[in-house]
């Protein structure tokens, strides 16, 4: 079965902390693709990194970092000195490699910055 | 350019009624995608078309609710007799949809979403 877990229901930080937020995976497949996405107070879910199985590489953009380790199945996402813009709730998502398209995603962890 | 667009924002509507919900995706975009989002939830798929076939419905949750894209661009999702357990968001989302092996797994763009309420 494909699963999403995100365990951390909600976090909250005082702005300027590092956060991280955790996603483990299920899969049987040996090709996949792993996504985050934010969903800020306005509803809409905004895209912020895409990954594939054979790319173990963590990856930096600005304050945002991922770790992918395939060995423990988990796709965490690191926010360094968090902001009050980055409170949201982020969803990690996991695409089913059956010849379709879905994303099925986690429940989501909300974080909240406080200043 | 344009994102995905999603009409209307809100709707509130009676049990038993029928509504229309329409996604308008990314020009040039193939694939198009239905998720419902309930509170508290991540976003649970739908339904998936490349261009005007419904490749995927397994997410469709019974027979009241039903999907179209005729002419490959615009979908309208459509849900009969609605009831109470009907309201939640329903997010839309759409992504270039190459063919083969580059359809794997693209990024799905999503809209703001259509948030249902039924009385």
């Known amino acids: 079965a494909q699963k999403v877990t995100q365990a951390q229901t909600e976090i909250s930080v005082v702005e300027k902390e590092d956060v991280t937020l955790d996603c483990v995976y299920e899969t049987r497949d040996t090709t996949y693709y792993l996504f985050w996405y934010k969903q800020p107070p306005s509803g809409e879910l905004v895209f912020l990194i895409r990954?594939?199985?054979?790319?173990?590489q963590n990856e930096i953009s600005g304050r945002y970092s991922w770790n992918f380790q395939k060995s423990t199945s988990s796709f965490n996402f690191t926010i360094t000195a968090s902001q009050v813009v980055d409170s949201a709730v982020y969803f990690c998502a996991l695409f089913m490699n059956t010849g379709f398209q879905k994303l099925v995603f986690g429940t989501g962890t909300r974080l909240l910055v406080s200043p | 350019g344009a994102g995905v667009s999603q009409t209307p924002s809100n709707k509130v509507t009676e049990k038993g009624k029928y509504v229309e919900l329409r996604c308008d995706p990314i020009?040039?975009?193939?694939?198009l995608y239905w998720y419902r989002q309930s509170l508290g939830q991540g976003p649970e798929f739908l339904i998936y078309f490349q261009g005007t076939g419904a490749a995927d419905d397994s997410g469709l949750p019974n027979d009241r609710f039903f999907a179209v894209r005729p002419e490959g661009s615009v979908s309208t999702l459509k849900i009969q007799r609605t009831e109470r357990g009907d309201s939640a968001v329903y997010l839309c989302?759409?992504?270039?949809?190459?063919?083969?092996?580059?359809?794997?797994?693209?990024?799905?763009?999503f809209g703001p979403g259509t948030r249902l309420l039924v009385l």
């Open positions: 990954r594939n199985s054979f790319d173990e």
């Open positions: 989302a759409s992504s270039p949809g190459g063919t083969g092996v580059t359809q794997l797994g693209e990024t799905q763009y």
């Open positions: 020009s040039g975009h193939t694939a």
